[in-house]
């Protein structure tokens, strides 16, 4: 199989995966069963829609046999400006019709101004470049534009006060963020929940979660942790997540009172300034 970068790059690993498939003799739900995979996402994958992670590719390379084709040929189908394992999340986040995020230590992506995101991939480690943090800069910003329009993707942001009180990169750029966000509620183009530390552990103390809905396709979830990041789409999982996160949501400060909470952060680290 000869896959080249490209739009139809993904049409054509969903066709090699089915040639694999049925030269072997498996339904699709066989081959879920031997790669330990839920069906959808196998025929997604087929379909073009979605591609694996490393360790299904793996799997299914395993299973059918493929002589390690469709674990060499994975990375062409991401993007090439993020992290491998976020490639997915990317697409799905730009396909969504509702966008529920989790921040934990900083602000999600699809919110960072660019001074922001600029000190953020800046901090990194191993180090980057300027050029390699710019180019991936870029990427960050454009994920941003998916709020241009004012109806979708509707967006849910869920903070942990920390989000507010870690300074990252300076004082103005800080300042800067934080009226960001509020701009972005008090216009009603997102909507904003604190979780304040007063609320005390939490149903998403563990990790990063972003949720996805769509209008053609079944909700996802998408976990990361430290170099690590996985989209799932096993409804059963994916129905766990979300019950984790209306769990916080409820432990959450109101969306006028979170907006409040992040107009006095924003005044405290512009008073900072001035001293």
């Known amino acids: 199989m000869a896959i080249m970068d490209g ?7 969903g ?3 089915r040639r694999l498939r049925e030269a072997a003799g498996l339904t699709q739900e066989e081959l879920s069963v031997r790669a330990v995979m839920s069906r959808t996402h196998i025929a997604h994958i087929e379909a073009g829609r979605r591609r694996p992670d490393l360790a299904d590719a793996r799997r299914l390379d395993e299973v059918l046999g493929g002589d390690g084709v469709l674990v060499r040929f994975l990375p062409t189908l991401g993007e090439g400006r993020v992290a491998e394992h976020f490639a997915e999340a990317l697409r799905l986040e730009g396909m969504a019709k509702v966008i529920r995020v989790y921040g934990p230590k900083l602000v999600p992506g699809v919110l960072q101004t ?6 953020v991939l800046g901090s990194g480690f191993p180090a980057k470049s300027d050029e390699e943090r710019d180019k991936l800069l870029v990427t960050r910003l454009e994920r941003g534009r998916i709020l241009d329009d004012f109806h979708t993707p509707v ?11 870690r300074p990252i990169g300076s004082r103005a ?3 800067e963020q934080l ?12 909507r904003v929940h604190v979780l304040p530390f007063s609320a005390g552990s939490h149903a998403l103390m563990e990790g990063v979660v972003s949720l996805m809905w769509f209008d053609d396709l079944p909700p996802v979830a998408y976990v990361e942790g430290l170099s690590i990041g996985r ?3 096993v409804p059963s999982v994916v129905r766990e997540c979300q019950a984790a996160y209306d769990h916080a949501l409820g432990d959450a400060l109101s969306h006028d ?9 924003a005044k405290e680290y512009e008073h900072a300034l001035q001293e």
């Open 114 to 119: 660019e001074a922001y995101a600029r000190a």
């Open 15 to 17: 066709d090699e995966l």
């Open 155 to 165: 967006l849910w942001a869920l903070l942990d006060e920390a989000v507010l009180r």
């Open 257 to 265: 009172a979170s907006l409040a909470m992040i107009e006095s952060a």
């Open 173 to 175: 750029i800080m300042c």
């Open 7 to 13: 739009p139809g790059a993904r049409q054509q690993y």
């Open 231 to 233: 989209v799932l789409e």
């Open 179 to 190: 009226c960001h966000i509020v701009e972005l509620g008090a216009s009603r183009r997102i």
